[in-house]
């Protein structure tokens, strides 16, 4: 199915598990519940296609286009130890409400002003010890972090997102932008976010502690009813644009 046009496509359940569709044009395709785990679709084209409940697991999608799909409910998460490979994919306006990122390589992605309220961009990794992560977190060593964190959204565009409850724990977001973001209530605890732009975001009532906002720009941004405690902000401009020496050796 390589360059396949199944553009406005009914393909409701349909089992595309292995799939190659790389290439393939599947704008405005009718995929709710369907089945598209392990499939290959380098540089595929989903625009506002309804892939609403489908199983998405363990994908390699790397530039793949989902602008302003319906993703609601989509599980992209990692199984059996397969990395999704989701880098430099475009979710601009999409529907994530719900959906979930477990595990997934999401560096570059762009989610400008896509809804992701309640989400799950990240889980508890696995085989990590307490002192091995807060080392990663204070130090901030490339390869302690890549062993520390599951899910890798490295330079991630997420300005004017929703991430309204999202759950962000142990996330790699180094340099991402979140600027004008919705995060409040989200949780960021334990994360990686060193030269994040968090600039004019609402991070009210945001989880935010044990985290390593080393050099982030916060200036604009809400923070009330938000607790940084344990966490680094050597370098990070506040809210007020005063710069914080926390956490600085």
């Not at 369907?34 to 489908?54: H, K, N, T, V």
């Amino acid at each position: 199915m390589e360059g396949a046009n199944l553009s406005e496509a009914n393909l409701t359940g349909t089992n595309l598990g292995e799939s190659y569709l790389m290439g393939a044009q599947l704008d405005r395709a009718q995929l709710q519940g369907a089945q598209l785990s392990e499939a290959w679709g380098i540089a595929a084209s989903l625009r506002e296609a309804d892939l609403s409940d489908a199983k998405l697991h363990n994908l390699f999608f790397q530039a793949a286009v989902f602008d302003r799909a319906r993703l609601t409910n989509a599980k992209f998460d990692r199984l059996n130890q397969i990395t999704p490979l989701l880098q430099r994919t475009s979710f601009v306006e999409a529907n994530l409400e719900g959906a979930s990122f477990e595990g997934a390589n999401l560096s570059a992605a762009n989610f400008e002003n896509a809804n992701l309220a309640g989400a799950k961009l990240s889980r508890e990794p696995v085989k990590v010890n307490t002192g091995g992560f807060l080392s990663a977190v204070l130090v901030g060593s490339s390869t302690q972090t890549n062993q520390a964190f599951s899910t890798i959204l490295i330079d991630a565009n997420f300005s004017g997102a929703n991430l309204q409850n999202a759950n962000l724990h142990y996330a790699q977001m180094e340099n991402a932008n979140f600027s004008n973001a919705n995060l409040s209530e989200a949780n960021l605890n334990k994360s990686y976010l060193v030269n994040a732009n968090l600039s004019n975001s609402n991070l009210q009532s945001s989880r935010m502690t044990y985290i390593n906002l080393s050099n982030a720009n916060l200036l604009g941004a809400n923070t009330s009813q938000v607790d940084f405690n344990q966490s680094r902000l050597c370098g990070v401009t506040m809210p007020d644009g005063t710069v914080s020496q926390t956490g600085c050796e």
